[in-house]
């Protein structure tokens, strides 16, 4: 089975300007953790998820190691901050992809391998779909049932 058959077409994306609150409202109303980071002619530069998102929020390395505990409540009020950003500040850059015509068992290891939970699917660096390990997980049980 290719991921081809599986993937989902023209997925949400975004660009590198889009303002975050933008992007939280797209997940929040499509029910979507990510989505690609594109340029204007398509080509697959990033990606962003809820992750990067809430990641945010955290206090780095050296701010724990300079408080006694962490103030969970100011954290929460970073959210705000959070949405005044715009995709390329908090987006992954170093996104790798899938070609349509791979092996929907070889895209999931490719997942597993990286621990992530989707990959956008790109044909000559121009984003086609995005498959996520919940698209081949439903798609290899539908075809041991079936």
């Keep these: 089975m290719q991921v081809k058959e599986i993937m989902t077409g023209s997925p949400k994306t975004v660009t590198p300007e889009t303002p975050i609150r933008d992007v939280a409202t797209m997940m929040l109303i499509e029910r979507i953790s990510g989505a690609p980071v594109v340029d204007e002619e398509n080509n697959v530069v990033g990606i962003i998820s809820e992750k990067d998102i809430l990641m945010h929020m955290f206090p780095t390395l050296d701010e724990l190691m300079n408080e006694s505990r962490p103030d969970f409540e100011e954290m929460e009020n970073n959210y705000q901050s959070t949405m005044t950003l715009t995709v390329q500040d908090l987006m992954s850059s170093n996104v790798s992809t899938v070609t349509s015509d791979m092996p929907c068992l070889k895209a999931a290891s490719m997942m597993w391998?990286?621990?992530?939970?989707?990959?956008?699917?790109?044909?000559?660096?121009?984003?086609?779909?995005?498959?996520?390990?919940?698209?081949?997980?439903?798609?290899i049980f539908k075809s041991s049932v079936i």
Excluded: M, N
């Design 113 to 139: 391998l990286r621990k992530i939970r989707r990959i956008p699917v790109a044909d000559d660096g121009k984003l086609v779909g995005i498959i996520s390990i919940g698209d081949v997980h439903r798609a």
